[in-house]
């Protein structure tokens, strides 16, 4: 009796374990599923240049935006395999993305006479194409900035882009499906060396898909299918930013308005603080950031510089340091020599006073903090030499005024279009060039009257403890 009582137990406790684990087990399934997709947004990463940190802030953002849009498939980084590993940690980590450790593609056209250096390794997008894991790839640029969500660019065929200039496709943003036959095929033509009119990506894969032009426009299916074959992709896909410039608004007729491109000059991305307002898109980008990366790892440098600058201002203003309390000699026979040395000295202390803060601000900041910590360097760096050398405030704080004023005429938000803003501009800088000429003759003058009146030169050897030494201790 007591055996079929054990027994009885024993297959109670079979049945609710079993029960259990029937129970479970769709739940599993679901949630392993919803971590793989069948396509993927790429993006790659490499290092080797001074701009290394700013466009890894700038694909951290990227990945961020397009997880914030929830789009349905998985977000992979193409890094070298030379990437801090602690910016691996936070993609994977932070981020959720799945890297792909790479080898540097060796770069075949790197001896060509209009080959730019930065885009010397720029070839590891062709990577891509192994992700043969993937049904499609939409392989970016960090310099994207997603509107809304794309994910219909899926149902594309093998090999879909944007043609944002007439003749020549954009590889900022491109659909592919991935295959190993095409990858080392791609492999076989760099290595027997087939044209490239830029040596990057750019001109590599334009010559490996010459045929683009003429094919149809892509539309995506309404029953969600994939298409077959290569298409080229409608312009809102990829915006070229200088269309915006233009007319200060989007008039993108052909597809929808989703993904914004920001090609040309690459000190003005628009991750930069400085590019705004100089291109207006670049506060949008920054808004993006806000809401999901944030400015965290800056903003501990941004109050240390702060506290610096207004430590400068409080300091010049109390010690008054002035090259006239040290010691000097009239009878000098290079005195002249010394006057035009000093005149020299203190107009490139008044430059590298505009100059410094430039430098020494994080590049990534939000351009708003980036702008007033510039203004408030500046000013702080100026105050030392207008106090050393006993300038005129006013003369040296021109081109300071003159800046404040370009700001506000750049960032005035009532332009009709984008060459009245550029010809207010142009206008303002017309009128402030008579003030900047005249402040530099006004400092050039207050030089030479504080030279002669004080007449120093200094001379260490026979120094005495100064006043304004005194004053601080």
Known sequence: MGYNVVDNNNLRWLLLLSLVLLLHQPCIEATSSTQRYKNAYATMMYVGTPRDYEFYVAVR???KSLFKLNVQADLVVIASVDVPLPWIRALEEEDGAKVLRVSNMDNPYKHQDNFDRRFKLSLNKLYAWSLVDYDRVVMLDADNLFLQNTDELFQCGQFCAVFINPCVFHTGLFVLQPSMVVFKDMVNELQNGRENPDGADQGFIASYFPELLDKPMFH????????????????????????YYLKLRWSIPCGPNSVIT?????????????????????LQWHEQRRQTLGYASEITVTVIQSAIYIGIVAMTRLAK????????????????????SLKLVALWCILAAYATPFFIIPHTIHPLLGWILYLLGSFAFCSIAINVFLLPMLPVLVPWLGIVGTLLVMAFPWYPDGIVR????????FICAPFLWTSMVRIVAGLRLSLEREAFLPRFAECYPHSWFNKLF
């Open 61 to 63: 953002v990227l990945i």
């Open 220 to 243: 995506p299916p309404s029953n969600g299918t994939k298409l077959d074959g290569t298409y080229r992709l409608p312009l809102g896909y990829q915006m070229d930013a200088s269309y």
């Open 262 to 282: 920001f090609p040309g000059a690459p000190w003005l991305k628009p991750w930069y603080w400085w590019s705004w307002p100089v291109l207006p898109l670049g």
């Open 321 to 340: 340091p002035n090259l006239s309390k040290l010691c000097y000699r009239r009878s000098d026979k290079s005195i002249n020599l010394a006057h035009n």
């Open 422 to 429: 550029a010809m207010c501009v142009f206008f303002y800088a």
